[in-house]
């Protein structure tokens, strides 16, 4: 069965203090890897996809990176606006797109 | 903004009840997905069509239905609905098969 796990459920920094967050993921024939920001009662917003092992993308404080079994979302020198909720999902060979629970993001001034 | 309008934004039913959810995807978007969330069970992927077909099926109740429509919107049809059915509901289009999805900002249904 395809699964998507995220770790740890919940994460408070301090402003600045980096960090990376785990998605871990069995799925038969990954088609991608996504990775989304959540607010409270909004929808996800894209940030990221990946393909292939060994890729990585950047957009500002955050760099995801992804390899055969997981992905890690590193967040950089993070300000109090990037508390939000992290989502990651996976798109398997018979194109059902599955979310991992999703990693809270607390990022105290 | 995504691009994906979702209608209505806000819904409060009674038990027993039905309701349709409507979704209008990105301009030219031939793929909608439509997902559930609870604070328990996170993002639960419902049911996907492609150009009007069903192409995928996940954990969607039989109590649930879905269509697409030859415009490209999508309804999400809920049945004699249970207070556990209240949720976040979102729906996602992306152009194709194997793209990212963009969603909408969801339909808050509460069932009393």
């Known amino acids: 069965e395809d699964q998507v796990t995220q770790s740890p459920e919940a994460l408070r920094l301090q402003e600045g203090e980096s960090s990376s967050l785990n998605c871990s993921y069995t799925v038969s024939g990954l088609r991608g890897l996504f990775w989304y920001r959540q607010d409270p009662g909004k929808g996800p917003e894209f940030l990221f996809t990946?393909?292939?092992a060994g890729e990585e993308k950047e957009k500002e404080r955050l760099k995801a990176t992804l390899t055969k079994k997981e992905s890690f979302l590193h967040i950089t020198a993070p300000k109090p606006e990037d508390s939000a909720t992290y989502l990651c999902a996976v798109q398997a060979e018979d194109d059902k797109i599955i979310f991992g629970k999703g990693t809270r993001l607390h990022i105290l001034p | 903004d995504s691009g994906v309008t979702q209608t209505p934004k806000h819904l409060i039913t009674a038990t027993g009840q039905r309701v349709t959810l409507r979704c209008s995807p990105r301009s030219g978007d031939l793929s909608v997905y439509w997902y559930q969330q609870s604070l328990d069970q996170g993002l639960q992927f419902l049911i996907q069509?492609?150009?009007?077909?069903?192409?995928a099926k996940g954990n969607i109740l039989e109590r649930f239905s879905a269509q697409q429509f030859p415009d490209l919107h999508s309804e999400l049809n809920l049945s004699s609905l249970e207070l556990g059915d209240s949720a976040l509901y979102f729906c996602?289009?992306?152009?194709?098969?194997?793209?990212?999805?963009?969603f909408g900002e969801g339909s808050w249904l509460t069932v009393v």
């Open positions: 069509y492609y150009n009007g077909e069903e192409r």
């Open positions: 990946l393909y292939s």
């Open positions: 996602a289009s992306s152009p194709h098969l194997t793209n990212t999805i963009y």
